[in-house]
């Protein structure tokens, strides 16, 4: 069994990470938010919790400033259901850490929600379209997956007020590769109104929220991470060599997930795998 480095434990074989994400922390069914840093994540999250956005649950600051370090989570009410708004590290911020530990650390606590994920609020700026935006949208669709593209809606922030009262103004202005984004999600998105423009209760700010809302509780299926993928994200972070016997265990893992035993099985199967500590 090969051995990764990590910086609090000394050294974690694959088999006790994966026990690790196995072990159930949340019973409610997780809502993410993700995007990029100083984008607006933690202020949305405030909004749909209490309707304010910077006396909520989750900590705000100045645009572009990290301020999110790792996953919060606060209990947010959909039809009378509890759900888990989970509000993660923002991404494209390497001061911080790289977009593939702060990839690990979302699935790491959305694997931890033993009922999945109920949706993903994916927060993208208006404006002008980066390559580092582009590379998140390519890595989200990787990482999540076509199974979870209906679990999806993208949220527009910082638009200005034009495009905010009329949000097919910005659609208009979408490069293709946002369009074709929209496109895989079956073009579910909401603009958030700037809450130093339009007031936090007024009414366009209480129907974008209540649109974001009725999206979650029409959604018919959670969706659950992908074991394999996090597994790789661990040993890319690590810079050691994925093992050939680890991505076939954890590929019947996945064929056979709804099985009773499917999690202890494959925890017998990468216990049988030789140690190995080879590097990319």
């Known amino acids: 069994m090969r051995y990764l480095k990590n910086p609090k434990y000394e050294y974690l074989s694959i088999r006790e990470i994966v026990s690790d994400f196995f072990t159930p922390v949340h019973n409610l069914p997780a809502i993410l938010i993700i995007g990029e840093t100083g984008v607006g994540k933690s202020t949305l999250g405030n909004l749909l919790v209490c309707g304010h956005p910077d006396n909520g649950p989750f ?26 708004l989970i509000d993660t590290p923002g991404f494209s911020d390497p001061i911080v850490a790289s977009d593939d530990e702060t990839w690990k650390k979302i ?105 974001l809302r009725s999206n979650v509780s029409e959604i018919e299926r959670n969706f659950t991470f992908s074991i394999l993928k996090l597994v790789k994200l661990v ?22 997930s709804v099985q009773d035993n499917a999690k202890q099985v494959l925890l017998d199967k990468l216990e049988k795998i030789p140690e190995t500590n080879e590097l990319k």
Not at 67 to 84: E, F, Q, R, W, Y
Not at 173 to 202: A, V
Request: net charge negative; charged share 25%; with cysteine.
């Open 59 to 84: 900590k705000t600051g100045d645009g572009g400033k990290s301020i999110t370090k790792d996953c919060d989570s606060a209990v947010l009410n959909i039809d009378g259901k509890p759900h888990l």
């Open 235 to 256: 040993c890319e972070i690590q810079n050691v060599k994925s093992q050939p016997e680890v991505d076939q265990a954890l590929n019947d893992y996945e064929v056979n």
């Open 107 to 211: 699935g790491s606590i959305a694997l931890k929600c033993s009922s999945g994920v109920r949706a993903v609020l994916f927060v993208i700026p208006a404006g002008r379209y980066t390559s580092s935006q582009q590379g998140i949208i390519e890595k989200a669709v990787d990482i999540l997956e076509l199974r979870s593209m209906n679990n999806i809606t993208a949220v527009f922030t910082h638009c200005n007020k034009a495009n905010t009262e009329n949000p097919d103004r910005l659609i208009d202005k979408l490069t293709y590769e946002q369009t074709n984004f929209l496109e895989k999600i079956n073009k579910r998105f909401t603009i958030i109104p700037n809450p130093e423009w339009f007031e936090p209760q007024g009414s366009l700010t209480r129907s974008r929220l209540d649109y």
